[in-house]
């Protein structure tokens, strides 16, 4: 009888264990979509279009649609160094990969060409802006970036108040026809393992840890880069 009882004891200790242990150590809810695709070649010269914070008037968690795609994101608050780097890394990573030119366009450079338009950007959709630029710029195509969410984390890698939380997407239109050759997205909030168990491999893939938002960001965005097959 005291055996019996001594080994259900254990085993409640071991189950409070692990439940004290998933609700400290950190998995994800994560929605990475892309389809993968091999860019043409004669898209030689690309313009990558620096991230645009698509909650730039407000903080507050909104529902954002994507003016190319369509989908709607969950939008928040988005760190005012997250446009440049997520540009600087989307761009570094595509020189890695490819010998063609990518030509960065900064919002500056974005408004100064808009300026010089026939037909007022204010009346166009983002498509056909996007279109009218690469051709002013003479460019192939162009990858632009939106970003919805940048929360940095609260806390420390092994206890959080708030965990880190992203989302954004890149497109890759082609200037002559606009037609969209490629869309990727990443949305992602940490959540405990308890929360998620089916998530138990990117778990043990980040040693449990809460991880910071940049570090959240740049894997979500090599991810998407592994389907752009581009040389």
Known sequence: MVKKMNRS?????????????TLVWGCADRKVVQKSIVVPTDLRKILVVAFRDMNAQTDERTNVRCPLSGKVFVSGPVDASAPAFLTDRLLTSLREKAERD?????????WEIQSGLSDSADNMSELRL?????RAMDADALLVGHLYR???????????????????????????D??????????????????????????????????TAEQMASAGLDNLLETLNIK
């Open 178 to 211: 606009g037609r969209v050759l490629w869309t990727g997205y990443f949305d992602e909030t940490q959540k405990t393992l308890m929360e998620d168990m089916f998530d138990i491999g990117r778990f043990f893939a980040r040693e449990g840890k809460w991880i």
């Open 102 to 110: 990518f030509k960065l366009i900064t919002p500056q450079d974005l």
């Open 130 to 134: 996007m279109m009218a630029v690469g």
């Open 150 to 176: 940048y929360i940095e984390r609260v806390g420390r890698n092994l206890s959080v108040e708030t965990p880190a939380s992203v989302a954004f997407d890149v497109h890759l239109v082609r200037t002559s």
């Open 9 to 21: 004891l254990v085993w409640c200790l071991v189950l409070s264990g692990l439940a004290a242990f």
